[in-house]
């Protein structure tokens, strides 16, 4: 699916973004991850609202556009969209912050639940593809415990399994799944090395 909105989606997202890089051995455009995310999306709807939203997920957090500027540019559902899934930016603990986006999917509409589902699933694939082999680099790169990680993905887990209805709950419980595995390898290899 391309669309004109798609077009100026992924023109908006490439110009606020330019400069950031993933993490990662490699560290890529973070380009890189709207794009999966949106090809995600297209994999499991045709609503262009939820697929601009997915290449815009991001810019509330990580840039200075605002809410104001998302709407005025592409209108008031993507604007919804994405700061339902935008993590709070008053100063709060990672842990907190990532309950707090718990929270506000639990009120979210089922395209930002989408959205929600298409990045962590990018992001989940990413890390344990990236980092499998290096454990030590995995926890230095991330913020968190290990065990806080977990908790944090699984309060995801629970409100996107209770609330989505889309069939992509299906890849994005395949690729937790994936990922609980590589947490679990990453204290085995902690604990070794104690």
Same mark, same amino acid.
């Given at each position: 699916?391309?669309?004109?909105?798609?077009?100026?989606?992924?023109?908006?997202?490439?110009?606020?973004?330019?400069?950031?890089?993933?993490?990662?051995?490699?560290?890529?455009?973070?380009?890189?991850?709207?794009?999966?995310?949106?090809?995600?999306?297209?994999?499991?709807?045709?609503?262009?609202?939820?697929?601009?939203?997915?290449?815009?997920?991001?810019?509330?957090?990580?840039?200075?556009?605002?809410?104001?500027?998302?709407?005025?540019?592409?209108?008031?559902?993507?604007?919804?969209?994405?700061?339902?899934?935008?993590?709070?930016?008053?100063?709060?603990?990672?842990?907190?912050?990532?309950?707090?986006?718990?929270?506000?999917?639990?009120?979210?509409?089922?395209?930002?639940?989408?959205?929600?589902?298409?990045?962590?699933?990018?992001?989940?694939?990413?890390?344990?593809?990236?980092? #499998? *082999?290096?454990?030590?680099? @995995?926890?230095? +790169?991330? %913020?968190?415990?290990? /065990?806080?990680?977990?908790?944090?993905?699984?309060?995801?887990?629970?409100?996107?399994?209770?609330?989505?209805?889309?069939?992509?709950?299906?890849?994005?419980?395949?690729? #937790? *799944?994936?990922?609980?595995? @590589?947490?679990? +390898?990453? %204290?085995?290899?902690? /604990?070794?090395?104690?």
């Amino acid at each position: 699916m391309y669309t004109y909105k798609i077009e100026q989606a992924i023109k908006a997202a490439a110009i606020l973004h330019d400069g950031q890089l993933r993490k990662g051995n490699v560290p890529l455009p973070y380009i890189t991850h709207l794009y999966a995310v949106a090809m995600i999306l297209e994999s499991y709807t045709d609503d262009e609202d939820t697929i601009v939203a997915g290449l815009l997920h991001d810019t509330i957090e990580d840039t200075d556009y605002t809410p104001k500027e998302l709407e005025a540019d592409f209108g008031k559902q993507v604007c919804e969209a994405v700061l339902a899934v935008t993590e709070p930016v008053e100063d709060l603990s990672w842990k907190e912050a990532k309950k707090q986006y718990a929270k506000q999917l639990k009120k979210a509409p089922e395209r930002s639940l989408m959205v929600a589902a298409a990045d962590k699933i990018h992001n989940m694939r990413s890390i344990v593809e990236d980092y #499998y *082999t290096d454990h030590t680099r @995995f926890k230095n +790169d991330f %913020k968190g415990s290990l /065990e806080d990680r977990m908790l944090m993905y699984q309060d995801i887990s629970n409100v996107l399994n209770a609330r989505l209805s889309n069939d992509i709950i299906a890849e994005f419980n395949h690729v #937790y *799944t994936e990922y609980k595995n @590589f947490i679990v +390898d990453v %204290k085995k290899t902690t /604990e070794k090395s104690k």
